[in-house]
């Protein structure tokens, strides 16, 4: 790949919504590598948990879908991130999976109850 490539790849896979909110990809990748993000890229271990998926109720609501990932950074520090995901229904990304959310967990690895 190339410098950031996994980057890239998260923001154009975010809703519109999102990327609305996270600014160009430019600042993105800016803001993931100075943030706790930053236990993402270059990591030294990665591992997900199964996802969960909860199938859409009505032919207005998406379905929707969670998964946790657990990062062991390069010097150590362990994260886990509460990847939030949603089936887009309209084009042009009708039927993708796309990031609707993430939560990082404490440094520990913890999330806040």
């Given at each position: 790949?190339?410098?950031?490539?996994?980057?890239?790849?998260?923001?154009?896979?975010?809703?519109?919504?999102?990327?609305?909110?996270?600014?160009?990809?430019?600042?993105?990748?800016?803001?993931?590598?100075?943030?706790?993000?930053?236990?993402?890229?270059?990591?030294?271990?990665?591992?997900?948990?199964?996802?969960?998926?909860?199938?859409?109720?009505s032919p207005t609501s998406p379905s929707r879908a969670s998964q946790i990932s657990e990062v062991v950074?390069?010097?150590?520090?362990?994260?886990?991130?509460?990847?939030?995901?949603?089936?887009?229904?309209?084009?042009?990304?009708?039927?993708?999976?796309?990031?609707?959310?993430?939560?990082?967990?404490?440094?520990?690895?913890?999330?806040?109850?």
């Amino acid at each position: 790949p190339f410098v950031n490539a996994g980057l890239r790849t998260v923001y154009r896979f975010c809703t519109p919504m999102i990327t609305k909110a996270l600014g160009t990809e430019e600042d993105f990748n800016r803001d993931a590598s100075q943030s706790v993000f930053a236990a993402t890229v270059n990591n030294d271990f990665f591992e997900v948990e199964p996802i969960n998926v909860v199938p859409s109720t009505s032919p207005t609501s998406p379905s929707r879908a969670s998964q946790i990932s657990e990062v062991v950074s390069q010097d150590g520090r362990r994260r886990r991130f509460l990847w939030m995901l949603v089936q887009e229904r309209r084009p042009p990304f009708q039927g993708c999976w796309l990031v609707d959310g993430c939560i990082a967990s404490e440094v520990d690895g913890d999330f806040d109850p």
